[in-house]
């Protein structure tokens, strides 16, 4: 039981930290709250079994094809729907979740409201440490590793990465120093939904795919990010890995864990926050930023 925890919380740990550290993000350098966030990992999964499905294209070719497909169509979101919203941050809140909403009807108009297999890209399992892992689920740890190492060379390595760490340290002074703000948080959006985008691409063919599938990770994902901070991406790491533990143990430790670990995960959520109100790597005080 010892190995199917530790390799299960990995794997599950992997997917929410692409979504946690993908809204963290975007949150942290245009404070945007978006829900519809996980909605563009489902519109991922819906992509990507329209090209492996239905139009028979090779997943290596599918999967990058839906990735960039659901990022592109972020921007024109953003562009549209929220950039003109931006200064009250309400209305984007409402927006977003109204995003999610049509994103939703919209797949259950085109393909029903039938739950989707994906067929295996990979076939064939691996032991390790006596314990049975499907090569489809090492897949998902190993690409989730590295986006995310992708993600933190792009942050720390690249001119890009600097625009939008200054900006979200300060946008008033990045934006005096002749930064485009706008243009760095339209990059941070597209970022920000390609992490998400490939969470979706890399546990559809393990998960059915149904036009509900974003809201359970919704909620576990912003457990996470309050959890670790509001803006925090280290924060939101270790969230991800605290809760897919807290998830895998409740399954494989408790009868009907299954249904429990939702639950446990929000209990631990709110224990943490009785002790410390801004999370584990939050701030007090808005200026601390």
Known sequence: MFQDILITGLVNGGVYALLAVGFSLIFGVARIVNIAHTAFYMLAAYCFYMLLVQYELH??????????????????????????????ESAVLIATIA???????????????????IPSTLDGVAVLAGVTIPYQRILILVVAAAALIGTWLMLYKTRLGLAIRSTANDLEVANLMG????????????????????????????FVVDPLMWLSPLVTMLAIVVLGGLGSLKGSLIG?????????????????????????????????????????FGVVFEEER
Not at 65 to 86: D, H, M, N
Not at 252 to 270: C, D, E, H, T, W
């Open 59 to 88: 997943f290596a070719i599918a999967a990058p094809l839906a990735v960039i497909a659901v990022t592109a169509f972020s921007v024109l979101c953003y562009r549209l729907v929220i950039e003109p919203l931006r200064e009250h």
């Open 99 to 117: 995003l999610a909403l049509i994103f939703q009807e919209a797949m259950l108009i085109k393909f029903g409201g039938n739950y989707l297999g």
């Open 179 to 206: 930064m485009n703000v706008h243009r760095v948080a339209m990059a941070t959006v597209a970022i920000s939904v390609g992490l998400a985008s490939v969470a979706g691409v890399v546990v559809a063919p393990v």
């Open 240 to 280: 991800a890995l605290i809760i897919g533990y807290v998830e895998a143990i409740t399954v494989f430790a408790l009868p009907q864990g299954a249904f429990l670990k939702g639950a446990v995960a929000l209990s631990i959520m709110v224990v943490v926050l009785l002790a410390r109100p801004e999370g584990l």
